[in-house]
């Protein structure tokens, strides 16, 4: 990572979570009067980088607890295999956009939303009390050969905007996109309001991502398995614009999308996502702050490695970094001026 890609990293918007969650690692002792402009400090901190890292590691001995830091890491010391599969490489070279799409969107995937979309429709039709005139009465079972076709549909959509999913199926020529050859817009529609990915009946009370975890783990397997992250990761946010009913949906004053569901992600240099977690409200952290617990929970299967993790100020931390440092992890990033434990260079204006 070149140091324009470090320097927009750290430039990057970094308070959006300010709203969001409490700073559970901010020092009670800290005053805002020695807090240094951000970006005047962030620069000083690139352009003084071997100074800063000096006189903070010494810092750091004093407070670590096995009284040293582990400052011989080596990325990859076993010489594994990291980056692009190599399979992909051979097998892919030719492969159109839809290959690569049921590189990850694979029959597995598929299988799965075969089989708990039918028996989701079918315990809904089973329904008593139900009205005769309802269409889920004449729900036929859904197939693999269907389902790509209902996603293919979906993916149209998105890239060809229409003011609601009843225009897709107009005879009007301003509209006419050829949908209606395909799949009715009442088989369009009935899928869509049956489409599950998890059985129901197996749904714990106090999990909000129970629904979709089993797609979120099959995906995250499969992004592991086409490219194994190389030295340099970053873990930032994004959000998915969401404007129906949610219990976690949020709401951020300074985003282009003020709401949807926040992403935080782990990505490699060349913005290859590599595992995600989707923010479903508080958790519990049993000591950590939220922070820290996000950063472990995303870098845990990439530790012990000799990765570098870049990061911004939000995530942040002398107890993050002594994490990291134990399972040999590097971590870079600007501190925030109330973190507890910061070392007294970064509390001073003069750095």
């Known amino acids: 990572m070149n140091r324009q890609e470090?320097?927009?990293?750290?430039?990057?918007?970094?308070?959006?979570?300010?709203?969001?969650?409490?700073?559970?690692?901010?020092?009670?002792?800290?005053?805002?009067?020695?807090?240094?402009?951000?970006?005047?400090?962030?620069?000083?901190?690139?352009?003084?980088?071997?100074?800063?890292?000096?006189?903070?590691?010494?810092?750091?001995?004093?407070?670590f607890s096995n009284?040293?830091?582990?400052?011989?890491?080596?990325?990859?010391?076993?010489?594994?295999?990291?980056?692009i599969n190599p399979d992909i490489i051979e097998t892919m070279s030719d492969a159109s956009p839809i290959d690569f799409f049921y590189?990850?969107?694979?029959?597995?995937?598929?299988?799965?939303?075969v089989v708990e979309t039918n028996r989701y429709a079918n315990a809904k039709k089973?329904?008593?009390?139900?009205s005769r005139h309802a269409r889920i009465r004449k729900w036929v079972d859904t197939n693999e050969q269907e389902i790509k076709l209902f996603f293919g549909i979906a993916m149209w959509m998105g890239m060809m905007k229409l003011p609601s999913i009843a225009y897709y199926w107009k005879n009007s020529k301003l509209y006419s996109c050829n949908i209606s050859k395909f799949m009715s817009r009442n088989r369009f529609e009935i899928i869509l309001s049956m489409l599950h990915i998890s059985d129901n009946d197996k749904a714990p009370t106090n999990d909000?991502?129970?629904?979709?975890?089993?797609?979120?783990?099959?995906?995250?397997?499969?992004?592991?398995?086409?490219v194994i992250p190389e030295e340099s990761v970053c873990i930032d946010e994004s959000m998915v614009p969401y404007l129906g009913r949610l219990s976690f949906r949020k709401y951020i004053s300074n985003k282009r999308h003020r709401y949807g569901v926040k992403i935080f992600k782990l990505c490699t240099r060349d913005f290859y996502t590599s595992k995600y977690k989707i923010y479903a409200g508080k958790e519990a952290t049993m000591g950590d702050s939220v922070s820290?617990?996000?950063?472990?929970?995303?870098?845990?299967?990439?530790?012990?490695?000799?990765?570098?993790?870049?990061?911004?100020?939000?995530?942040?931390?002398?107890d993050l970094a002594e994490k990291l440092l134990q399972q040999k992890t590097h971590l870079v990033g600007t501190l925030r001026s109330n973190r507890k434990r910061n070392p007294n260079r970064c509390n001073t204006k003069k750095t």
């Open 67 to 83: 009284g040293q830091l582990n400052s011989h890491i080596i990325f990859n010391p076993d010489v594994n295999t990291t980056g």
């Open 126 to 130: 089973n329904t008593a009390g139900l």
């Open 103 to 113: 590189l990850f969107f694979d029959k597995e995937i598929i299988d799965m939303l």
């Open 6 to 63: 470090i320097e927009a990293m750290l430039e990057s918007n970094s308070d959006s979570y300010s709203e969001d969650y409490d700073d559970t690692d901010a020092d009670p002792n800290w005053s805002s009067e020695s807090e240094p402009d951000q970006n005047i400090y962030e620069r000083e901190l690139l352009d003084n980088c071997n100074v800063t890292i000096n006189t903070i590691g010494n810092n750091w001995n004093n407070n």
């Open 208 to 226: 909000r991502l129970y629904k979709i975890q089993i797609l979120i783990d099959l995906l995250v397997e499969k992004f592991n398995s086409a």
């Open 292 to 318: 820290c617990k996000v950063v472990m929970e995303l870098m845990e299967p990439y530790l012990d490695f000799g990765r570098t993790l870049y990061a911004d100020n939000w995530y942040n931390s002398i």
